[in-house]
């Protein structure tokens, strides 16, 4: 039962976790941190996660995905209370809480400091993100059941997320290693010149998707069947609401949580292709994404860290993902590699020697063709100094 349970753990923890804001002060995002040290370090720790056992009870995982929807709402119904100093309370949750507790929650707020508040929209970004956008993800690959796909779009939508279920389906898993791919970062980009970037084509791409699925409908692009427009109504009505619990400042904040939300949803983009290339008229393998196989990663993400399977086989449940152990391998798990990329030159220091072992032992003979601009638009050295031992070494041969 454990295995079924172990899915469920992302939308109850950050659920849970959210309700921590009723206490004031540092509480509103201490937590938050702990709680991600402790996952790193815990992630480092545990043995990978080999197992490829069948789930004979689907649903039950299927449920677990369902709840991504209410976690959502309940995590930013949460901060937009402590937003609005808990002046507004529609659904009684703060009342609740002191009649459990006999904490007065509301005295708590009074007294939060800005500064509390500003880190809280800080740390709670990534929480938001991973209750949206990971269940969200698998989701809307399901496009044969129509309950999961506006499931998954209605949670994405919340931290305006309306482009990325239409990009990432219909766009990045036929473009994914190429230059047209907004998620795949070119090596030696940082992830604050990626970033920029992805979040840019990201809406560009959907928009041009959604546009060409319409003109074969005969429909306008500015109809009513246009998804990302229907879609749209969702953020906007949640900052109506944002604005009647806090005001400016709860419009502030959750603009904020969407925009880091965003950033963790393209952090994680990041950390799965760098670097990769491959020809664009060859078919996706498994090789073109980097795999991890961490148990806390797997767990907490809905094993979107079995990235190679996953885009070899979009299709795929994410319960039946095959491990792929012997494909290219994140440095150090989905968890540690998504802090990591934060500081530029330690992630570089990580994914270089990641980058030399990919181009010897997975690039194809006509991806190395693409490795020689690849390497020197890089700038970085070492991938300049593998490529010439590699030239010397095949012509001694």
């Known amino acids: 039962m454990m295995r079924y349970l172990k899915y469920y753990s992302s939308p109850v923890a950050f659920t849970a976790l959210s309700f921590s804001v009723y206490l004031g002060g540092a509480y509103l995002w201490l937590p938050v941190l702990i709680g991600t040290a402790a996952l790193i370090v815990v992630d480092q720790v545990f043995p990978k996660d080999l197992n490829e056992d069948k789930f004979n009870y689907p649903f039950l995982l299927d449920l677990a995905l369902y709840l991504s929807l209410p976690s959502v709402v309940l995590i930013i119904y949460n901060l937009l209370w402590v937003a609005g100093g808990g002046v507004n309370d529609p659904l009684g949750f703060a009342a609740f809480f002191q009649s459990l507790t006999g904490y ?16 809280m929209t800080l740390f709670y970004g990534i929480p938001l993100a991973g209750a949206s956008l990971l269940a969200g993800h698998e989701l809307t690959h399901r496009t044969w059941r129509r309950f999961d796909l506006w499931v998954g779009k209605l949670a994405m939508a919340f931290s305006w997320g309306i482009a990325y279920p239409i990009e990432h389906v219909y766009g990045h898993h036929s473009y994914v290693g190429t230059t047209k791919d907004p998620a795949t970062a070119a090596r030696g980009d940082s992830l604050y010149q990626h970033l920029p970037k992805a979040l840019k084509r990201t809406v560009v791409n959907a928009w041009e998707i959604e546009v060409n699925r319409l003109r074969k409908l005969d429909c306008s692009p500015f109809s009513i069947r246009n ?25 502030v ?13 393209e952090m994680t983009n990041y950390i799965e292709h760098y670097g990769i290339v491959r020809v664009p008229s060859e078919p996706v393998q498994p090789r073109h994404s980097w795999n991890c196989n961490n148990q806390i990663s797997n767990m907490i993400t809905f094993n979107i860290t079995r990235h190679s399977h996953h885009h070899a086989h979009a299709q795929v449940p994410f319960q039946d993902l095959k491990a792929f152990d012997n494909q290219p391998e994140m440095p150090g798990g989905l968890i540690t590699a998504l802090h990591a990329c934060l500081i530029p030159p330690l992630w570089r220091k990580m994914i270089a020697p990641k980058l030399q072992e990919w181009d010897r032992i997975h690039a194809s003979a006509a991806e190395k063709s693409l490795l020689d601009d690849a390497n020197k638009n890089s700038g970085w050295p070492e991938l300049l100094n593998t490529e010439a031992l590699e030239l010397a ?4 041969t």
């Open 393 to 396: 070494t095949t012509s001694a």
């Open 253 to 265: 904040v959750y603009y904020g949580l969407c925009l880091i939300g965003k950033t963790a949803l």
């Open 104 to 119: 007065d929650a509301l005295v708590a707020q009074q007294a939060t400091h800005w500064y509390d508040i500003a880190l």
């Open 227 to 251: 998804s990302m427009l229907r879609l749209a109504l969702v953020p906007l009505a949640t900052t109506i609401f944002a604005y009647y619990m806090a005001g400016l400042a709860g419009v």
